[in-house]
């Protein structure tokens, strides 16, 4: 090859530093953009650096989680739109941890790619600091790596990492759930970024559509359809916890292993879930999916949010002033079913 | 296909969940072996929980890290030896936050591959908890991820995310580095994590080597030298912050960018660094890899630690005494160079 007479360099091998630096500086500003008071560092240094408001807590417990996107990176590859992938990460982070009655603090991204492009990356993190904005947390950090022969030269991967923080004797973990308790439905905004693998399969695969292909029971493209971002409830849930005196007693994120696999999550023993299926309207996109992939019921239901994307179980006598204040709120709620005894399993009914 | 007679499952599309259930029970024995008291929760949550012992910090930071392990994967999977790359990754994280003076807490990962292997995946976790007991800190949760279509069946990516501690007197940050302050340096373990994309193209195709051609320059086999677990400094620098008096103006973590551009990322305006080549000895790994593919100094001294994977920064006057310092504790270290006036180059004499 050209480059031997000359001596090999590391760009020979696909890894261009100086690409790398680029990318640095453009995600440096797009960072700024979310800082909160307690981010102490710019990113050019080893590490984050972020200052603990002690003030507020008694006995601060650290909430911790992290995630990816799943193959709806292919979406994103396929329609050549960046900008709302990193909203779907950070979504599927914090939603994890505002289950806990965690206010996210900071986030970090790490981001893997073929062939580092600066302005796909800054595309990328652009939507990365939007989800971070929508859920109030700082971009603290983040790795861009360039791994040539892991990832052909136009895909990539982005996982996510998110530390929040909590009362110790204010965290939600569903010990006090009991049969009567009711449990009401947030509407997702989509799929969100679970079951893509099944998704794609079925839409591009056996019933051959490309993502511009317009779909009228969807009113959008198939693509456009796939790419909406999963939705961030933190800036729903955090007031409700903090300013009124509702007994939320369990949350619940309807991620990988949808309804029938997260709601046992949170459940006690003795405890089991059923949901009333006619009291929440199935979104076109899952009833598309299941029609044209024949795809069984009870197999919805464990890939699929199904239009419910969080789940909040209160005591029965506090279900339906919960339910006005999201209606004054503006926001849509369902009371979708109840705590039945049981041995933590889902039917629906 | 035959799946569509009964319809589609998520297994037709690639992704087995119960595959991911039985890697996620393997997964949270091994991760229970790194808790420290504070952990709250085990893994099954929808997040993990630390509770901050705040008695030891007046004002406590946080200090956070995300990073990869780049190619180094291939050869891990060249050599099918996954065990201890996960060391690596949680090497790679810990070494940016133990420069800024942090004592690691807690370390989430992000494992994604084409096809989920349970077996796999345990050996690879179980180098993550080997890597957070060599750094003290937790193996608080995680993300494994089946992702057909972006890995090829055998290809996995792995990330890792921590968090620290300091107290914010304590940070150290480079500031009050100036001319005539001595560098010491502490021997890396091999290649670490960084410059895998250039020796893999050096070693595997233009010298043809395989992992498994034993070369008597390195004593083993190309793929055991490639594989050497990246070093972990925690238990070394932690006690030498905490219980001597060293003045520790700086510390220096040699990741990618290797020597030329990691040292510059603490020096304040006005300084530069002089690095002494005949101080240390370069260990074979490097001069094969710059001999073979015919690469230049200044390219080598950007890509590779050339055997330095650590550095420290102290007055003059304290530099003798560092040193005899390391050699009590039966650690090499060297005197590598010093800081010279000049605009954060690095220069090599």
């Known amino acids: 090859m050209a480059g031997l007479e000359k001596g090999l360099t590391y760009a020979h091998s696909g890894v261009d530093i100086d690409a790398g630096n680029r990318a640095v500086d453009l995600i440096r500003q797009i960072a700024q953009s979310t800082f909160r008071p307690e981010v102490l560092s710019n990113l050019g240094g080893f590490s984050g650096l972020f200052a603990l408001d002690l003030t507020r807590y008694q006995k601060p417990v650290l909430v911790a989680s992290t995630d990816g996107v799943g193959t709806k990176l292919k979406i994103a590859v396929l329609m050549n739109r960046h900008s709302s992938i990193g909203i779907d990460v950070v979504a599927m ?114 019933a051959g559509y490309q993502v511009d292909t317009y779909h009228h029971a969807l009113g959008r493209t198939v693509g456009e359809e796939m790419l909406v971002p999963t939705r961030i409830y933190v800036s729903l849930i955090l007031p409700l916890l903090e300013k009124t005196d509702f007994d939320i007693l369990g ?74 204040y999201f209606n004054r709120q503006k926001e849509k709620a369902y009371l979708v079913g109840e705590v039945i005894p049981g041995n933590k399993e889902v039917v629906f009914v």
Chains 1, 2 share one sequence.
């Open 93 to 206: 982070c914090v939603n994890d941890i505002l289950v806990q009655g965690a206010e996210p603090l900071f986030f970090l991204d790490y981001l893997a790619m073929g062939k580092l492009a600066p302005e796909k990356v800054a595309a990328i993190v652009a939507g990365v600091a939007e989800g971070c904005r929508q859920a109030g947390c700082a971009l603290l950090g983040g790795e861009t790596a360039e791994m040539p022969g892991i990832y052909s030269p136009e895909e990539y991967d982005l996982a996510g990492f998110v530390v929040g923080i909590a009362e110790r004797a204010k965290i939600i973990n569903g010990s006090r759930i009991k049969p009567g308790d009711r449990i009401i439905g947030l509407p997702s905004s989509g799929l969100h970024s679970n079951g893509y693998s099944l998704a794609r399969k079925v839409l591009l695969e056996e």
């Open 251 to 324: 949350m619940v994120n309807i991620t990988g292993g949808a309804l029938r696999e997260n709601i046992p999550r949170i459940l006690p023993p003795g405890c089991a879930v059923a949901l009333k299926k006619q009291s929440w309207s199935i979104p076109p996109i899952f009833s598309l999916i299941q029609e044209i992939g024949r795809i069984k019921e009870a197999e919805m239901q464990r890939v699929f949010n199904l239009g419910l994307g969080f789940l909040l179980i209160v005591p029965n006598k506090e279900a339906s002033a919960l339910l006005s």
